[in-house]
C-alpha cells in the first residue's frame, strides 16, 4: 500500500534470536534481502536455516528482534497476513485433488471465484512448464513434477516472497542440477525474491545472487558466491566452501585484515599469507590455500619443498597429495589440457603461491 513497486518483496531480519532450551538455533542473526533478489542460506545441519525461514514465515516467533517484510514489521503476524510463498523438501500435494486444484487450492482459501482460479492455476501451471498435467493425480508425477507443482502452488496468488526450504534435496543428482536452472530462471521471470535454504555449497553457488553462511546459529559471512570462494572472512567460511589446505602456525606480531604475515608453521617452516580477520600475536593461526592456486613446480630452489605422495586422475583435472619436507601434507590440482607440469609420485617438486591466496585466520574462527 503506497509502497513503491521496488520495495514491496524487501525482507529485512534485524538481531533475530530464537532459543529452543538451551539451544541457541538463531543467535543475533541481521541480514537484508532486496527486492527480487535470490538469497541462500547456507550452513550444515542444525546451523539454523529453517529456524530463520520460519521466523519469516511467521510459524516461528522470535525471543529476540524483529522481521520486516517490505518494510512493514511483520514480527508477530501470522502466517496468513505475510503473502509468502513457501515450498518445502517435500511439499505434500493434496493427493486426492488433481494437479490443477492443488494450484488452484490457495486461490480458493483467499475466495477468489472458479473462473478466475481455473485461468491462473492454469498460467502457474505453465509458468512451471507442466501445462498439459493439470488433469492429473499428484501419484501420476515424478519427483521433479511434483516439485515443480508445489512451485506453481506457492506462487500462484503472487506472494512478493517465496520460501524455499532444501526443494530439491530429495531428487538425484542430475535432476536437481536442471532444477537449480529452472527455478533461477523462473525466479527471474517473475521478478520474485527468493529466500533458498539449501545445506549443499554447489547448490547456493550455482542459484543464489548472494549467500549467506550460518554455522551455529551465527551468521558467517553474506556476500556474492566469488567473494565468499575468494575472500572468506573466517576459517569456517573458508572450509565449508570448496576444498582447503589448512597449514597450523603462529604469529610472531599481531595483523589487521589485509596485511601481509608471516605464519611459523609448527614444523619449522614459513608461510607467507594475508591477514583475513584481526589476528592476535602467539595466537594459533591456520592459513587456508586454495589446491588449484598452488603451483607446482619440478625443480628450483624458491617455495616449499614437498614429495608427490599420489597422483589422482580425474579427467578435467589431476589432484596431487604432497608431503612438505616438514611433514605438512597439501593437496594440489592441476587442471588438464592446460600445459602445466604433471609430476609423477615420488616426484621432488617446489610449492608456491600469490601471498594474496593465502588466507590467515584465528585457529578457531
Ligand atoms: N522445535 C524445536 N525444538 C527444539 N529444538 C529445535 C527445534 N527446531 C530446531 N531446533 C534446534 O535448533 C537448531 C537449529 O535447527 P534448524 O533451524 O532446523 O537448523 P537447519 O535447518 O540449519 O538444519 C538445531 O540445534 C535444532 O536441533
Ligand atoms: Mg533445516
Not at 126 to 138: F, H, I, N, S
Amino acid at each position: 500500500m503506497g509502497l513503491p513497486d521496488g520495495m514491496k518483496g524487501r525482507v529485512a531480519v534485524q538481531g533475530l534470536v530464537k532459543r529452543f532450551g538451551p539451544v541457541r538455533a538463531v543467535d543475533h542473526v541481521s541480514l537484508e534481502v532486496s527486492s527480487g533478489e535470490f538469497l541462500a542460506l547456507l550452513g550444515p545441519s542444525g546451523s539454523g536455516k529453517t529456524t530463520i525461514l520460519m521466523s519469516i514465515a511467521g510459524f516461528e516467533f522470535p525471543d529476540d528482534g524483529r522481521i520486516l517484510i517490505g518494510g512493514e514489521d511483520v514480527t508477530w503476524s501470522p502466517p496468513n497476513k505475510r503473502n509468502l510463498g513457501m515450498v518445502f523438501q517435500r511439499y505434500t500435494l493434496f493427493p486426492h485433488m488433481s494437479v490443477l486444484e492443488n494450484i488452484a487450492f490457495p486461490l480458493k482459501m483467499r475466495g477468489v471465484g472458479r473462473a478466475e482460479r481455473e485461468e491462473r492455476a492454469r498460467a502457474a501451471l505453465r509458468t512451471v512448464r507442466l501445462g498439459q498435467m493439470g488433469e492429473r493425480m499428484p501419484s501420476q508425477l515424478s519427483g521433479g513434477q511434483q516439485q515443480r507443482v508445489a512451485m506453481a502452488r506457492a506462487i500462484v496468488y503472487q506472494p512478493r516472497v517465496l520460501l524455499m526450504d532444501e526443494p530439491l534435496s530429495a531428487l538425484d543428482k542430475n535432476l536437481r542440477e536442471e532444477m537449480q536452472i529452472e527455478i533461477k530462471h523462473l525466479q527471474r521471470e517473475i521478478g520474485i525474491t527468493v529466500i533458498f535454504v539449501t545445506h549443499d555449497q554447489t547448490e547456493a553457488l550455482t542459484m543464489a545472487d548472494r549467500v549467506a553462511v550460518l554455522d551455529h546459529g551465527r551468521l558467517q559471512q553474506i556476500g556474492v558466491p566469488r567473494e565468499l570462494y575468494e575472500k572468506p572472512e573466517t576459517g569456517f567460511v573458508a572450509g565449508f566452501i570448496g576444498e582447503t589446505n589448512f597449514c597450523e602456525g603462529t604469529l610472531q606480531r599481531a595483523a589487521m585484515p589485509g596485511d601481509p604475515v608471516s605464519v611459523t608453521l609448527d614444523n619449522g617452516g614459513r608461510m607467507e599469507a594475508v591477514a583475513a580477520q584481526a589476528l592476535s600475536a602467539g595466537e594459533r593461526i591456520k592459513v587456508a590455500l586454495r589446491p588449484e592456486r598452488l603451483r607446482v613446480e619440478p625443480g628450483g630452489t624458491d617455495g616449499m619443498a614437498a614429495r608427490v605422495s599420489e597422483a589422482i586422475y580425474a579427467g578435467n583435472a589431476t589432484t596431487l597429495l604432497l608431503e612438505a619436507d616438514d611433514g605438512q601434507v597439501l593437496r594440489a590440482r592441476i587442471p588438464a589440457g592446460a600445459g602445466l607440469h604433471e609430476p609423477r609420485p615420488g616426484e621432488a617438486v617446489r610449492l608456491s603461491w600469490q601471498r594474496a591466496d593465502a588466507r590467515a585466520f584465528m585457529a578457531g574462527s
